[in-house]
């Protein structure tokens, strides 16, 4: 089963609105450099809340979520402990 795990990202603040995830820090200290942001997306289905963000982590495609001025992933009971 997955739940919401918030973290602290590390972000850019544009102009225009757009907001640029750099780097994800973890609940325990650990971090995660952000390569790239490669879609970002609203829930057509309330499937999700918030904004989705696809990025590429070292070479794997995770999502990230922001939802108002939280951000959170979805992890597994194993990963949220």
């Given at each position: 089963?997955?739940?919401?795990?918030f973290?602290?990202?590390?972000?850019?603040?544009?102009?225009?609105?757009?907001?640029?995830?750099?780097?994800?820090?973890?609940?325990?200290?650990?971090?995660?450099?952000?390569?790239?942001?490669?879609?970002?997306?609203?829930?057509p289905d309330?499937?999700?809340?918030?904004?989705?963000?696809?990025?590429?982590?070292?070479?794997?495609?995770?999502?990230?979520?922001?939802?108002?001025?939280?951000?959170?992933?979805?992890?597994?009971?194993?990963?949220?402990?």
């Amino acid at each position: 089963m997955k739940k919401k795990v918030f973290v602290q990202v590390v972000c850019t603040h544009l102009d225009n609105g757009a907001v640029i995830p750099h780097e994800i820090w973890w609940q325990d200290g650990r971090r995660w450099s952000i390569r790239r942001v490669l879609h970002t997306s609203e829930s057509p289905d309330d499937g999700f809340e918030g904004i989705r963000y696809a990025v590429l982590i070292n070479r794997s495609t995770r999502y990230l979520y922001q939802s108002g001025d939280r951000w959170y992933v979805e992890a597994t009971d194993k990963e949220g402990a």
